[in-house]
Every structure is written in structure tokens, then in C-alpha cells.
């Protein structure tokens, strides 16, 4: 494994897939930690609720029991939880974060007990000043307590939904008309061509006009040099239909089932 | 080649979901989310299916979108499938306190003795100070009840036995609550090259060194005895632990004589720092209600010979139990080792 950008961590399974963590950046690690506290306050506030009517009967032990719940929820929640739920708190879990190993792998028992433990120096001297500062420094943006552990706290991304159906599918595309152009075109267009197309459609609302245009006219400018279409099928099309119709081309199956050979699949 | 997108997606999708789903019970189930032996194969069957769609989406597509869904789905399910735990026994808290608590101490021996001689470098600061120059004991003693003669404060124990009807439990939890604090402060300043810790041991052993002089100068040495050996039998070595701890991470940090990365080491550091200071934890559970149901009082209510005795005692077990408990079963699991090898 190696450190690929700074905010992404690398891994490479036994099997040989390469794959990458995005790494937790502090903002979201705050938010999450705002989050842990407040249920902590609300877990020791119901708590004392519950107890403190115990103080009819022993103020004593009672006092006594509240100073050890508080001491064990304040200390023991976020290791309770990165261990059962899989490196994850409550927090965490709202801001889509994971304690991991830095290896990719699961957290051992060590790894959770070590990184919550040298919490207490990442706190220092106040509002996490110490981690704050060790995250900025760590190229894996690890506070102490994961440097200790050998843990990263990554990103999970929210679950895929495509919606390239909705960009491309049932339009007229007048590139279907050279069937033949069109498999040469599908064979020749680079994946990161494709897949910066694929972005500027799905953004293209959200861009300038004048940005919107010129956008455009670079990424078809640089797919009509692929594959020379007859002037008649091209000429009148608007680069941002041009590029729509090569996303459409090279992303979907043709629909005569003869030209199912040709895909990647 | 670039990849059909639609049919990739429509064929992939079934089965990502299914291993979304059975990945989100692992890690929302806690320890009960256990897969039976067809379910065990069918996450790693669908987790190599996830690898293989992320492999081919990367060489032929590299549509960032499902790129990302993905990669956070085999990243999630390849640290479940791959993972350092070892099993769940070793955390069996029964043998875990009896077997993997001394086992650990045993391991990381010269750590502690490292504590133990800051320790006494501390104390033997902290007798000299005070024997030498009266004036540093407020300075070295921040404790209101440590700073007047002892011989008064014997006196004045003495005059109720120490059963004054104070608040034992809670002063019991205050005590467990704030020693497993510091505790945790000495293993955790380890971090700082073990630097810290050696600080906190020092003024550890300045305070206990200037008390014992204090008590001693003032032939007050029985009443000293009868107070602290009760918990401070407990108490004590479980603060040079904490220290031995921090030390071992220390120790991790700097890698002397070590050639292993970084990482690696503190990796292997890592299970025995997590289980020393879990056992320093119980020592001062233990600690504590000592401290506040038995040290407090003193004769006549409770003849100083029997507290001698319960601390001497106290401490030839936790000494027996740190260097023997849980032997038998490193030599066994050595010898099979040995046979198997």
C-alpha cells in the first residue's frame, strides 16, 4: 500500500484489485465528533435522570454510581462502538466515516482501545488542538491516537444511483446512422475521454453558459478526431448533442443483438 | 473497449446490493452478526465479484460514479474478509485477566523496569527534597491533608479510627475514576517518544518518595505502612504498568534495535498496550474501594498489623500472579509451536 494523493489511500488486495479510501478530511471528523458529544451529554443526562431518584434511598451510591457511568459513557462509548459497529460511531456513521485499519482491514480490539486512549493527548490543550495539528501534518491525515493504532479514518461514498438514462436515453442519435463508424468510435474512444464526457453531462446545468459552450466544444473537438463521421451526419449537430451522442454510443449496447460481440463485456 | 454501462449496471446491481446488505448487518449487528458457514461463502464469493466489476470498471470505463460505489463496497467488504483479529477468545474476560494480562506484562518486562527505576530516581528526588530543604513540601505535595506535621494528622486519624462517616463510595469512584485518568495519561503520553510517561513517572515517585520521608522523619512510619501498603500494594504497581505501557509505545515510536517499519511495530505493540492498561484498569477498580473501605481506617478501629498484613499478602499475589498466571499455557502453546515447526 502507499500513500497515492494526499487525501486518498491506496490498497491493493491479495487478488490484485486496486482500490482507494478516500480519507476523512478534519471538517467532517469535527462534525462527526460534535455529533459523538452531543449523544454522549444526552446518554449522561438520561442516566442521571434515571439515578438520581436512587438518591432517596443512598446519596452516596448513588453520587457514587453517577461519577462511574459518567467516567465509563465519556471514556467507553466511541470504543464501544468502533468496535461493534465496525469502526463506525454514531457520528461517524451521520458523516459516512470509518475507522479502518491502514492496511484497508478490519479494526483489531488493540487498534480501537490504543487510538481512544491517546485521545487524550490529541485533545490537548483544548478542542483538539494537538490532533488537529498531528492531521495536518500526516500525509494520511491521522491524528496521534491513529498514528498509535496504524488506523485512517476514511470516506464512504453514498450509495450509486446512474442517471446516465435519463441524459441520453430516448433521444434521436444520428451517429446510429454509420453503425459501422459507430463501433470504430466505441473501440477507440479512451475510458477517461468518455468518462470526462459522462461528467459534463450529468454537470452541464450547473456550468456558465459561455463555460457551458466552450466545455463542450473542447471534449467534441477532441472526440470528432477519433472517428471521421459523413459530413451529413455531423455537420448540423451542436457539439454538446455530438458528445451526447458518443456517450450514448459508447455506453450502451447497440440494439441489434449483432453488435453484442463488440462490447466488453 | 469501453464497457456497456447499462447491461454492467443492470447485471451488477443484484448483487452489490446483496453484499451492501449483508455488509451493513455485519457491521450494525455488533458481536451477534455472525454468518453461518453458507453465508461466510457467499460474502466472499460476492465480495470477489465486487472486485472483479471494480477491476473491469477501472480498465474499461473509468466512470467515476460506480468507480466510487465500488471501491467503497470492496474496500468495506475486504476488511471483513481480510482482517488481523485473531478470534474472539482472547477476549474472554476471564482469560483474558488471567492469562493475557500477566502475559502481556511478562512480554514487555524491560518497559517496566524502566518505569520502576524512573520511579525511584523520583522518589529518591523527592526524599532528598524534603529531608534537605523543609520548604519544598508545599511545593512538591500540592494535597492539603499531606502538608501539615505528620505526627498531627496521625493524631487527629487516630482519634475517630477514621470512621468519620465520610462518603466511601463516592469517594471510592472518585478515586477509581481519576487514577484510571492519569493511568490512561501515561500509557497515551507515550506518544511522545515515551518522554511524557517518563515525566509523569518521575513526579510520581517525587510525591510517594517526599511522603514517605516526611512520615518517616516524623516516626510516624507504622501509621505510613498501614495507610498506603493496603491499596498502594495495588495502586503502585499499577501506575509503573500504566508506565510500562506508555514506555512500550514509546519504545514502538523510536524502534531501537527494531527493523521493522514503524507501522509494523506499533502494530505488534498495539494488542499488549490495549491489554496492560485494560488489567491497570481493574488494579484500580480494586485500588480504590481498598483505598476508601480500608486504608481510611485506622486504630483503634482497625490495628495497623492487619492492614500490614492484607497489604503484604495483596502483594505477593499480584506479584505471583503477574510472573506466574498464565504460564502454563504460553509454554504449551510454545511447545506445540516448536513441535509443529
Redesign the interface.
Known amino acids: 500500500m502507499r500513500d497515492e494523493r494526499i487525501n486518498r489511500v491506496r490498497?491493493r488486495?491479495?487478488?490484485?484489485?486496486?482500490?482507494?479510501?478516500p480519507l476523512a478530511g478534519p471538517v467532517t471528523r469535527c462534525i462527526a465528533w460534535v455529533l459523538d458529544s452531543i449523544a454522549v451529554a444526552t446518554a449522561t443526562s438520561v442516566v442521571s435522570f434515571v439515578l438520581v431518584w436512587f438518591a432517596l434511598v443512598?446519596?452516596?451510591?448513588t453520587?457514587?454510581?453517577l461519577?462511574?457511568l459518567?467516567?465509563v459513557i465519556s471514556?467507553g462509548y466511541t470504543m464501544a462502538f468502533e468496535y461493534?459497529?465496525?469502526?463506525?460511531t454514531p457520528g461517524k456513521r451521520v458523516m459516512r466515516l470509518?475507522v479502518?485499519?491502514?492496511a484497508?482491514?478490519?479494526l483489531?480490539?488493540?487498534?480501537?482501545?490504543?487510538r481512544n486512549?491517546?485521545?487524550?493527548?490529541d485533545e490537548l490543550p483544548v478542542l483538539y488542538l494537538v490532533g488537529g495539528i498531528a492531521m495536518m501534518v500526516s500525509r494520511r491525515a491521522q491524528r496521534?491516537g491513529d498514528?498509535?493504532?496504524?488506523t485512517i479514518v476514511?470516506r464512504?461514498?453514498p450509495?450509486?444511483e446512474?442517471d446516465?438514462?435519463a441524459l441520453i436515453h430516448g433521444k434521436y442519435n444520428s451517429l446510429r446512422e454509420a453503425p459501422h463508424l459507430a463501433a470504430r468510435l466505441?473501440?477507440r474512444?479512451p475510458?477517461?475521454l468518455?468518462?470526462a464526457a459522462?461528467?459534463a453531462l450529468v454537470r452541464r446545468e450547473q456550468l456558465d453558459p459561455d463555460a457551458r459552450v466552450a466545455l463542450f466544444g473542447e471534449l467534441a473537438q477532441a472526440l470528432r478526431g477519433l472517428v471521421s463521421f459523413p459530413p451529413e451526419i455531423v455537420a448540423e449537430l451542436p457539439d454538446e448533442v455530438f458528445v451526447r451522442n458518443v456517450v450514448e454510443i459508447?455506453?450502451?449496447?447497440p440494439a441489434t443483438a449483432g453488435m453484442r460481440g463488440s462490447?466488453?463485456? | 473497449?469501453?464497457?456497456?454501462?447499462?447491461?454492467?449496471?443492470q447485471e451488477g446491481r443484484p448483487l452489490w446490493d446483496e453484499l451492501?446488505a449483508l455488509l451493513l448487518r455485519?457491521?450494525?449487528g455488533?458481536?451477534r452478526a455472525c454468518l453461518d458457514l453458507e453465508e461466510a461463502k457467499r460474502l466472499h464469493y460476492l465480495y470477489?465479484r465486487a472486485?472483479?466489476d471494480?477491476?473491469?470498471v477501472?480498465?474499461?470505463?473509468?466512470?467515476?460514479?460506480?468507480r466510487?460505489?465500488?471501491?467503497?463496497l470492496?474496500?468495506?467488504a475486504?476488511?471483513?474478509v481480510?482482517?488481523?483479529?485473531r478470534t474472539d477468545d482472547?477476549?474472554a474476560v476471564w482469560r483474558w485477566f488471567v492469562a493475557g494480562f500477566p502475559g502481556a506484562f511478562r512480554r514487555r518486562l524491560g518497559s517496566f523496569w524502566m518505569a520502576v527505576v524512573a520511579t525511584i530516581a523520583g522518589a529518591a528526588f523527592g526524599a532528598g527534597a524534603v529531608l534537605f530543604d523543609p520548604e519544598a513540601k508545599p511545593v512538591l505535595l500540592p494535597f492539603d491533608h499531606l502538608l501539615g506535621n505528620p505526627a498531627d494528622r496521625v493524631a487527629e486519624e487516630e482519634r475517630d479510627g477514621g470512621s468519620d462517616g465520610a462518603?466511601?463510595?463516592?469517594f471510592?469512584?472518585?478515586l477509581?475514576?481519576h487514577n484510571?485518568?492519569v493511568a490512561?495519561?501515561t500509557?497515551?503520553?507515550?506518544?511522545?517518544w515515551g518522554f511524557?510517561t517518563l515525566v509523569i513517572i518521575f513526579y510520581n515517585g517525587v510525591i510517594l518518595g517526599a511522603v514517605v520521608a516526611d512520615y518517616i522523619a516524623a516516626g510516624q512510619t507504622t501509621f505510613l505502612v498501614g495507610w498506603l501498603l493496603p491499596h498502594g500494594s495495588v495502586e503502585i504497581p499499577a501506575f509503573l504498568i500504566a508506565g510500562q505501557a506508555g514506555l512500550v509505545?514509546g519504545g514502538a515510536?523510536i524502534g531501537r534495535g527494531d527493523r521493522a517499519p514503524m507501522?509494523e511495530r506499533?502494530?505488534s505493540a498495539?494488542?499488549?498496550?490495549?491489554?496492560l492498561?485494560?488489567g491497570v484498569a481493574v488494579l484500580l477498580v480494586w485500588a480504590g474501594i481498598v483505598e476508601s473501605f480500608l486504608s481510611q481506617y485506622h486504630e483503634p478501629v482497625l490495628p495497623y498489623a492487619a492492614k500490614i498484613t492484607f497489604g503484604a499478602v495483596q502483594l505477593t499475589l499480584l506479584a505471583a500472579f503477574l510472573i506466574l498466571s498464565g504460564r502454563r499455557g504460553t509454554l504449551l502453546t510454545a511447545r506445540r509451536g516448536g513441535a509443529g515447526a
Open positions: 490498497v488486495t491479495p487478488e490484485g484489485v486496486v482500490f482507494t479510501f443512598s446519596f452516596d451510591f453520587l457514587a454510581a461519577t462511574v459518567f467516567f471514556t461493534f459497529w465496525r469502526g463506525q470509518r479502518v485499519d491502514a484497508g482491514m478490519a483489531t480490539p488493540g487498534q480501537v482501545v490504543v486512549l491517546v485521545r487524550v493527548v496521534l498514528l498509535a493504532a496504524g476514511v464512504h461514498r450509495v450509486f446512474p446516465l438514462e466505441r473501440q474512444v475510458p477517461v468518455a468518462a459522462v461528467d459508447v455506453h450502451t449496447r462490447t466488453a463485456r | 473497449m469501453i464497457l456497456d454501462l447499462h447491461h454492467f449496471v451492501d455485519l457491521e450494525t455488533g458481536k470477489q472486485s472483479a471494480l477491476a473491469r477501472m480498465t474499461f470505463a473509468a466512470e467515476p460514479e460506480i466510487a460505489h465500488l471501491e467503497s470492496v474496500g468495506r475486504y476488511g471483513e481480510h482482517r488481523h483479529r482472547r477476549w462518603m466511601h463510595a463516592t471510592s469512584a472518585s477509581m475514576t484510571i485518568r490512561i495519561l500509557l497515551a503520553l507515550g506518544i511522545t511524557g509505545l515510536l507501522v506499533l502494530r498495539g494488542p499488549d498496550l490495549a491489554t492498561i485494560g
